[in-house]
């Protein structure tokens, strides 16, 4: 699914899910993670991963 059709699926700007996408985000809401998951029929583990920084 391309991201411009997951974007008018789910109901978010595209540019906010390419974002995401790319790691360029620092948080996400649990409705957009709901949303996103419905549409894709996953878990949000299957589309989330914890990558550790250096602080």
């Known amino acids: 699914m391309s991201l ?3 974007s008018s699926r789910v109901g978010i700007a595209n540019v906010n899910l ?8 620092s ?3 649990f409705s957009t ?3 996103i ?3 894709l ?5 299957d589309i989330l991963e914890y ?3 250096d602080n």
């Open 51 to 53: 990558v550790k920084t």
């Open 4 to 6: 411009n059709e997951l």
């Open 27 to 29: 948080a996400i809401r």
């Open 37 to 39: 998951c419905e549409t």
């Open 33 to 35: 993670l709901e949303a």
């Open 18 to 25: 390419s974002k995401m996408k790319t790691g360029k985000i």
């Open 41 to 45: 029929q996953c878990q949000p583990g």
